[in-house]
């Protein structure tokens, strides 16, 4: 059984490392835009019973699930044995309820919609809150990278005598796993949503601040507010540097500025989503769990 990654566009980079590291071919799908922004999707090179790897993190997800699904599709018609997805970012995870009457609870939706194009699916850190694990939403095999070993070695050799900080109890996870990775001390702090850029987050305990350097720790930021707010109140009682540690740099319009405006004075991220602040790679662990999907069919396509 021979083995290809596929990768769009954005995805070229993270592709080409992982590939290297696999020792199997990388192509990218080629995706033109008609004039009415229809999407067209071709494949080249031969797929005849090839284990294919779609590479595709989902930081705009209605962008991308269509052409996602037409490339998906074609492999498949171009005679591909399996079609996985690893989406080092899986987008739409933070909607996982009915929050307001009327809403479509969009994380197991768009889960079925992903697990109807692809046979399996890798990804990194999922934003898991009140669905606990990513069975219960797939019906396909998945695997869950966690990203805690590698942000905790980036803590240790860049940070002087880290304290890190969750801005909400949903980072909790993260942090307490890092912190300990790196024995370090931490402290989860509240955070109300008003709305899209509207939070309240509480104060730290001030004592505890000092002689250490803050490291803010979350999984996602998307406008920013909340690593603003958060820096805000560490600003408060502390003048040294502060560290913001994320693990998927979504970073929606002016998020970087905002946070560097409330006071951070290094904004790092893990490669999940190409963007300027990637300092954290994730080509190793993605290939070792490709390997595994994979399992020992994998041979280069000729
Ligand atoms: C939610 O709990 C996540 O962990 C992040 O805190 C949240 O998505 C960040 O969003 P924003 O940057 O828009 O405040």
Redesign the pocket.
Same mark, same amino acid.
């Given at each position: 059984m021979s083995a290809v990654i596929l990768h769009f566009p954005d995805d070229a980079t993270q592709a080409q490392a992982v590939g290297q590291r696999l020792g199997i071919p990388v192509y990218p799908i080629q995706w033109r835009k008609f004039p009415d922004e229809e999407s067209l999707i071709t494949i080249e090179g031969a797929l005849d019973r090839a284990d294919v790897v779609l590479l595709a993190t989902l930081r705009n997800p209605d962008v991308i699930a269509l052409p996602l699904y037409f490339a998906a599709r074609t492999a498949r018609e171009l005679g591909a044995a399996r079609v996985g997805l690893v989406a080092p970012y899986l987008g739409y995870m933070?909607q996982d309820a009915r929050f307001h009457a009327g809403e479509a609870a969009s994380a197991r939706l768009f889960a079925q919609f992903l697990g109807n194009c692809v046979d399996w699916l890798v990804t990194v850190d999922p +934003?898991l +809150?009140r669905i606990r694990q990513l069975e219960e939403v797939f019906a396909i095999p998945a695997t869950v990278i966690q990203s805690g070993r590698l942000i905790a070695e980036w803590i240790r050799q860049h940070v002087h005598k880290p304290m890190l900080f969750g801005? @909400?109890s949903?980072?909790a996870q993260w942090v307490a796993a890092i912190a300990e990775a790196i024995d370090a001390p931490h402290e989860v702090l509240e955070?109300h949503?008003e709305g899209?850029?509207s !939070?309240t987050i509480s104060a730290p305990s001030a004592a505890r601040l000092q002689d250490f350097t803050p490291v803010l720790v @979350? @999984?996602? !930021?998307?406008?920013?507010?909340?690593?603003a707010e958060a820096i805000g109140q560490l600003r408060r009682m502390h003048d040294g540097p502060i560290a913001c540690v994320v693990i998927h740099a !979504?970073f929606?319009g002016d998020?970087l500025q905002i946070i560097e405006k409330a006071g951070a004075s290094t904004i790092v991220s893990t490669d999940s989503i190409p963007h300027p602040s990637n300092a954290i790679g994730l080509a190793a662990p993605l290939a070792s769990a490709i390997a595994a999907r994979l399992g020992d069919r994998t041979m280069p396509v000729a």
């Open positions: 933070r +934003h +809150h801005p @909400d949903e980072s955070k949503r899209d850029r !939070v @979350d @999984d996602i !930021v998307s406008s920013g507010t909340t690593m !979504v929606a998020a």
